[in-house]
């Protein structure tokens, strides 16, 4: 069973930046996928990016242009670089790792995410 370990959330103004970082206690090397989503108050859960084996990214259109996902393999991490952050940002944000592709994948406990003033 694999674990995946969020971190990296907080409070931040409008307009600031954070960097969520997710490790995984296993290899991320050759994996399918790896992804962030998110979950706002009420709301369901949506993927908002994704890197996949052989170095192709997807972001959610709401992500484009602000947010970045990448790998650092030998620590086992994925990373979300969030910048220009909104207050429609705000959610709990969950890493995801795919092992293959129609796996159901393994979740990570959620590290909040706030934007305010």
């Known amino acids: 069973q694999d674990q995946l370990v969020e971190s990296g959330g907080g409070l931040v103004q409008p307009g600031g930046s954070l960097r969520l970082s997710c490790t995984a206690s296993?290899?991320?090397?050759?994996?399918?996928?790896m992804g962030w989503y998110r979950q706002a108050p009420g709301k369901q859960r949506e993927l908002v990016a994704s890197?996949?084996?052989?170095?192709?990214?997807q972001y959610a259109d709401s992500a484009k242009g602000r947010f970045t996902i990448s790998r650092d393999n030998a620590k086992n991490t994925v990373y979300l670089q969030m910048n220009s952050l909104k207050p429609e940002d705000t959610a709990v944000y969950y890493c995801?790792?795919?092992?293959?592709?129609?796996?159901?994948?393994?979740w990570g406990q959620g590290t909040q995410v706030t934007v305010s003033s």
């Open positions: 995801k790792k795919w092992r293959y592709y129609a796996d159901s994948g393994f």
């Open positions: 296993g290899s991320i090397v050759g994996v399918f996928a």
């Open positions: 890197s996949f084996r052989g170095g192709a990214t």
